[in-house]
């Protein structure tokens, strides 16, 4: 069965504190794994697609990086705007592009 | 800019009627849409898959007769809640597919608050 595991569930940082979110992940093949962020209330926003084992992706303060197990989602030196949810998922080689998604990890990044 | 819309944002119905919520992808054509519910504090509950022209593939345990979808176009897909009842009362997303090459995203509208009274 896929399955996503997202951890740590919370994270507090001070600002400037860099840190990592830990996705982990058991597909049937491996199509994409892709991070979103999302605040309260709203839709989740597109961040990022990893394809392969080994790939890496960067926007701002934020890179993710691809293994056949887990993905990470680092980030440098946040700042306060930076909190909010990030949710991982998978998709997996199948014709229906349904996405798998983990529980999530709510960031709070204190000024 | 957004790239997929969902109307309404919010609503409020009373039991027993039925409430529309459309999705739209705005500046692509979509032929795989999502639609998912997400409780309070929860992550994403996938309800449908919605392809056009054909009929929506419906995950276990979710109501085809309650949880209507049509996918008429390829930039259109709508979710109707029938007979809603309070427990009903959820937030309600849409994503869908953009296939470009061998890749493809999947964006997500802004969601829709449906409260029933």
């Known amino acids: 069965e896929d399955q996503v595991t997202q951890s740590p569930e919370a994270l507090r940082l001070q600002e400037g504190e860099s840190s990592s979110l830990n ?7 491996l199509r994409g794994l ?25 926007k701002e303060r934020l890179k993710a990086t691809l293994t056949k197990k887990e993905s990470f989602l680092h980030i440098t030196a946040p700042k306060p705007e930076d909190s909010a949810t990030y949710l991982c998922a998978v998709q997996a080689e199948d014709s229906s592009y349904k996405l798998i998604f983990g529980s999530g990890t709510r960031l709070l990044v204190r000024p | 800019g957004a790239v997929v819309s969902q109307h309404p944002s919010r609503v409020i119905c009373k039991s027993g009627t039925s409430v529309k919520i459309e999705c739209r992808s705005l500046d692509f054509q979509a032929t795989t849409m999502f639609w998912y519910r997400q409780f309070p504090k929860q992550s994403l509950m996938l309800m449908a898959t919605s392809n056009e022209g054909s009929k929506a593939t ?3 345990g979710v109501e085809k007769d309650k949880f209507l979808i049509n996918h008429a176009s390829l930039t259109l897909s709508t979710l109707t809640v029938t007979s809603a009842h309070p ?13 470009r090459g ?4 999947i ?11």
Not at chain 2, 87 to 99: G, M, P, Q, T
Not at chain 2, 102 to 105: D, K, L, Q, Y
Request: charged fraction near 20%; proline fraction near 5%; aromatic fraction near 20%.
């Open chain 1, 23 to 29: 996705c982990s992940y058991t597909v049937s093949g």
């Open chain 2, 58 to 60: 419906y995950e276990q």
């Open chain 2, 102 to 105: 061998p890749g493809n995203t």
């Open chain 2, 107 to 117: 964006y997500f509208g802004e969601g829709s608050w449906l409260t029933v009274v």
């Open chain 2, 87 to 99: 427990e009903d009362s959820s937030f309600y997303i849409c994503s869908a597919s953009r296939v």
């Open chain 1, 34 to 58: 892709f991070w979103y962020r999302q605040d309260p209330g709203k839709g989740p926003e597109f961040l990022f697609t990893l394809y392969s084992a080994g790939e890496e992706k960067e």
